[in-house]
């Protein structure tokens, strides 16, 4: 299986393996057997997110993404995040 996401003026698209997609103008989005703990861990700081600096915001993804690797035994590797802003 194979998903990647691509961001393009701020717009998040998610393609699948079937080559299907789908559009986003969430701020986060998440693919990956760990997704859901990451995501759930944005969104409990959500309301914090909003409101600290661009390297914070990046910091507490990346905690976010470690929280998914520790809850998911298929997730691990090296985290590698992106940061665009919508034009």
Do not use: H
Not at 12 to 29: G, T
Not at 41 to 52: D, E, F, K, R, T
Not at 56 to 64: D, F, I, M, Q, S
Request: aromatic share 12%; proline share 1%.
């Amino acid at each position: 299986d194979s998903e990647f996401l691509i961001a393009v003026n701020g717009v998040i698209y998610a393609i699948y393996d079937d080559y299907s997609w789908e559009r986003s103008a969430d701020p986060f989005y998440v693919i990956g057997s760990g997704g859901k703990y990451a995501l759930g861990a944005i969104i409990a700081n959500n309301g914090y997110l909003s409101v600290i600096s661009k390297t914070l915001v990046r910091e507490a993804v990346e905690a976010a993404i470690s929280i998914a690797i520790d809850c998911d035994q298929n997730s691990g590797g090296q985290i590698t995040t992106f940061m665009q802003e919508a034009k």
